[in-house]
């Protein structure tokens, strides 16, 4: 039984992973975290009781607390938050040294499955198709683009000889699209839970990929998977590549 600590417990995300866990038999909830109180604690430092690994679903100003807490007792966490900035990724990453830490823009397989076809096809298409990304996601996301579309944003670029610009607007350049570039696109509005769409637009022909969450449980299913994968881990930076590629070898 892997005992999860869970931070963000109050949160949409957080009360769907409690709800998924409820109703597993190899894995429980034996605390939450969550800045607003109520039954949980407010702080991580506050926390009693013994967990095997935390499962972090609430802001990025939480994250540092979190790697501290982990790294003085030798907890694994997973990152399910996003919205961070590059230096804050870099303080994920420097302490991946210390202590198990599996980190992504998403926690979907569905969407790590797009990921991999993405770059397939700039592999086949190469140079000759130009890649726009649009996403589109509720009225309450607050960062823009989303972290996913940067992850296939980076993802795609990898694969080119030559790094492509990302271009967030173009309403104030009057000019053709240049070659050296991703174009990627963000649409608030509504309860849209997450839509990713990956543009390949070449001389007559268009090639889409794309990818619709329908609830929040495919992270939710995502990010515990992800806890159990992480009990007992050395210390490393992991994935759901890494993730991926365990259950292939179960």
Do not use: W
Not at 40 to 46: A, E, P, R
Not at 69 to 91: F, H, S, W
Not at 142 to 165: H, Q, V, W, Y
Request: proline share 2%.
């Amino acid at each position: 039984m892997t005992k999860i600590a869970l931070s963000g417990a109050n949160g949409r995300m957080g009360k769907v992973i409690a709800g998924l866990v409820s109703e597993r038999s190899d894995c429980e909830i034996v605390a939450g975290i969550d800045v607003s109180g109520g039954e949980y604690y407010t702080k991580i430092s506050d926390m009693r009781e013994q967990a095997d690994v935390i499962i972090d679903f609430s802001h990025s100003s939480a994250t540092p607390d979190l790697l501290t807490y982990c790294k003085m007792k030798n907890i694994p966490l997973v990152i399910a938050t996003t919205g961070y900035k590059e230096d804050e990724i870099q303080q994920i990453k420097t302490a991946s040294g210390q202590v198990p830490i599996f980190f992504t823009f998403n926690m979907s397989l569905g969407i790590n499955l797009l990921q991999d076809l993405a770059r397939r096809a700039v592999r086949v298409l190469g140079e000759q198709f130009d890649v726009e990304i649009i996403e589109r996601h509720h009225n309450r996301k607050k960062d823009a683009p989303s972290g996913t579309a940067i992850m296939l944003a980076e993802a795609i670029n990898d694969e080119f000889d030559r790094p492509k610009r990302y271009i967030y607007d173009r309403h104030n350049v009057f000019k053709p699209r240049e070659r050296d570039e991703i174009g990627l696109h963000a649409v608030r509005g509504g309860t849209i839970v997450g839509e990713h769409e990956i543009v390949f637009a070449g001389h007559d022909e268009v090639i889409t990929l794309s990818h619709s969450a329908q609830s929040r449980e495919v992270f939710a299913v995502g990010a515990i998977n992800a806890a159990l994968f992480m009990a007992g881990r050395e210390n490393g930076l992991y994935d759901m590549s890494d993730l991926l590629n365990n259950t292939q070898g179960d």
